[in-house]
């Protein structure tokens, strides 16, 4: 990175990256009334250890604060429900399934994690969201969430438990599939066995979006994608990926046609800052730019894993959200685009698929 670039971001709000360091919390971010939103977090380390001498006793960490100083208003925080049965693989380069579950066990998951991200919640002071009228009032609310489960695995083939999340945990966004294979359908990263979306699954789409949880689509295959947006009446989320001209057979990237079948249900799709994919924040500036140029900057978010990753990503804390602010206008996109990435087009997805 050449001097003046890193001018360019001390000036935008390079104390907003270094923690400890005291500045306006939104210095960088647009300062208009967009609020800035997460399509895909696991902040607070909201989600059980694999470690089964850790388990849901693991301590958590700081979410309130590092989002006031990055000027990040809502957080998509998503609990796993299959943290049980999947593992880091060997290479320690992906996550992989390597045992079924037993019956009952990643429901029992689920309620753990969602008790875990209640005590969260309460701990950090955090405002859930739950209805599309709570979006208009972001700003003003202080850090808010909006649960989300990531995987809808805890499901166990029963319809019923949609609504149970819906009313018990205040779900409000459900990702169908992670790394197991469940009944809901197929996941990018293991072979195919329902060709895509189940019949079942298809059920849990509507059911969802008759309630008003927020479908994500994230980890699904292309075939998977392909039947969700045929049966989706609100738009869909993908909530962190990245575009790539050659999508391998086990990629969590995706190709032009899959992320055009989102955007074509006026959705949109999270960038996810993965270190193997983008060295730094300019190059994931660029990711969105490329994405943006493809399929439309209405349909370009932002989706950071925070916490969710094996190895440390480009964006590991709110507090570089700054900085990739201002990497995203040196990328080429104008103050209003920038808003719109870090939030704004999540804002309109949300609010078309939360109940009113």
Known sequence: ???RRRQLLWAAGAAAVLPGCASAP???VPAAATPVIDLHSHAGRVIVSRDPAIGANRPFLPVAEPMRDGGVDLICLAIVTDTTVTRVSADRRRFEPYRDPA????????????????QLVQREKLNVVERAGDLDTLRARGPSVLVASEGADFLEGRIE??????????????QLTHYHVSEVGDIQTEAPVHGGLSDFGAEVVKRCQSLGIVVDVAHGPYDLVKRVASIATRPLVLS?????????????????????LVAQTGGVIGVW????IYPNLDAMAMGAKRLADAIGVDHVGLGTDMLGFISPPVLGSYRQVPAYAQALRVAGFTDDEVAKVLGGNALRVLHAGLPT
Not at 103 to 118: C, I, P, V
């Open 1 to 3: 990175m050449n001097l």
């Open 26 to 28: 939104a210095a960088g």
């Open 103 to 118: 019956a009952g066990e990643l429901y029992a998951l689920s309620q753990t994690e969602f008790a875990r991200l209640d």
């Open 161 to 174: 438990r949609v609504d149970e999340a819906f009313r018990l945990h205040r779900l409000r966004l459900l």
């Open 240 to 260: 962190h990926t990245s575009l790539t001209g050659r999508p391998g057979p086990r990629s969590r990237q995706i190709g032009l046609e899959h992320a055009r």
């Open 273 to 276: 800052p993965n270190a193997a």
